[in-house]
């Protein structure tokens, strides 16, 4: 324009030129938020008239090509390139060069402006789909703790039952002899309140321990006390079933254990400590619906085969009424510990006798 102006201070073209640039910077404005196709083809438009309206084109060329689909972006280039061969081939030729020439220079810049807007859309999709996947992958990982979180409330809960079950149906049966019995020898009565003394302090020692081991999986077994680095008692486990037998002889239930398991190997620690729950839930079971009835313990297993626990109770005729509150809860919590373990636990009556069967594997 200031070429234009110099040469040919009166002209025309001077006049044109000031009135399409000047619309050319107001058509500018459309392509950050408007109908920025409509935008580009009136600017191409503007470009066949005068050439300051080529760099407001140039620019919208590059903003459908980064902001439209590839087929609107070509034909958009496409009507630049002709807008601007009709003004320097026939309107307004360029001196000091060919027109052929001036034709590839147009058709070189359009494709530059093609593929530059081509990239810039594509990494603003590559950006958008990075921040997509980082949204997803942070709502997954708080997915993930809420069901930590509920699977952890369950693991504890389950604990608690198998922790707590069998010392409370001891104190239950022993409260129960003296309040029916207040008339029994002093000596009876003395060992039976011991008893509950006992079966309540141990029932607070194991919640205790529960608690702390469910905090920290990483358990330090020792032979002697075995203790965790807290100096908590570690999860009890076959090692500790004559403890839990002998307990459960004093409180009236006559057990039998037979053991022909691999001598001097020991299972892994979570299916030791799953074989223990499994036995435990079954004495206190029998003890608490069939009082009196013995009870027959079987374990057999060996390394690359499995570990089966089998306890077998005859039932008393009529069976007790049981009016306990989440009674065959134990048994569905047992259940799922053996099936988290690869293992299955059933349980069926048949001909006045109740049968559980667990089976865990046992590896080399």
């Known amino acids: 324009m200031w070429g234009q102006a110099g040469a040919r201070p009166g002209g025309g073209w001077f006049v044109v030129d000031v009135l399409a640039g000047l619309a050319g910077c107001v058509?500018?404005?459309?392509?950050?938020?408007?109908?920025?196709?409509?935008s580009a083809l009136l600017l191409a438009a503007l470009a066949v008239l005068s050439p300051?309206?080529?760099?407001?084109?140039?620019?919208?060329?590059?903003?459908?090509?980064?902001?439209?689909?590839?087929?609107?972006a070509v034909a958009v280039a496409v009507v630049g390139v002709a807008a601007h061969a009709v003004r320097g081939g026939l309107l307004r030729p360029v001196g000091g060069i060919s027109t052929l020439w001036w034709l590839v220079l147009v058709v070189v810049a359009h494709g530059a402006l093609l593929g530059w807007g081509a990239l810039w859309r594509a990494r603003r999709a590559l950006i958008a789909s990075l921040r997509e996947r980082a949204r997803r992958a942070e709502a997954e990982q708080g997915r993930r703790v809420a069901e930590a979180r509920a699977a952890e409330r369950t693991r504890l809960a389950r604990e608690m039952h198998d922790v707590l079950a069998h010392r409370l149906s001891l104190l239950a049966t022993h409260a129960g002899a003296?309040?029916?019995?207040?008339?029994a020898p002093p000596e009876r009565l003395t060992r039976a309140a011991g008893v509950i003394r006992a079966c309540v302090h141990?029932?607070?020692?194991e919640l205790r321990d529960v608690i702390?081991?469910?905090?920290?999986?990483t358990v330090l077994r020792d032979d002697t006390t075995a203790r965790d680095a807290g100096g908590h008692r570690a999860p009890p486990t076959l090692t500790d079933l004559d403890v839990l037998v002998e307990r459960t002889r004093a409180a009236g239930t006559d057990v039998s254990v037979l053991d022909e398991r691999a001598a001097a190997v020991l299972p892994p620690p979570a299916v030791d400590?799953?074989?223990?729950r499994v036995v435990q839930e079954a004495l206190?079971?029998?003890?608490?619906?069939?009082?009196?009835?013995?009870?027959?313990?079987?374990?057999?297993?060996?390394?690359?085969?499995?570990?089966?626990?089998?306890?077998?109770?005859?039932?008393?005729d009529p069976p007790p009424a049981d009016v306990s509150p989440g009674s065959g809860l134990g048994l569905v919590g047992l259940t799922e510990r053996v099936r988290l373990l690869g293992g299955q636990l059933d349980h069926h009556r048949a001909s006045g006798v109740f049968r559980l069967h667990a089976r865990l594997p046992w590896p080399r």
């Open 27 to 38: 058509l500018v404005v459309p392509l950050v938020r408007g109908p920025v196709v409509a």
């Open 52 to 72: 300051a309206a080529t760099p407001p084109a140039t620019l919208a060329t590059l903003h459908v090509a980064a902001r439209r689909r590839a087929p609107v």
């Open 178 to 183: 003296l309040e029916y019995r207040p008339d």
């Open 202 to 205: 141990e029932a607070l020692d």
């Open 212 to 217: 702390a081991v469910l905090r920290d999986d």
């Open 273 to 276: 400590r799953a074989a223990y």
């Open 284 to 316: 206190t079971n029998a003890h608490r619906h069939a009082p009196g009835q013995p009870v027959r313990v079987t374990l057999r297993g060996a390394p690359g085969d499995a570990l089966t626990v089998e306890a077998v109770n005859p039932l008393p």
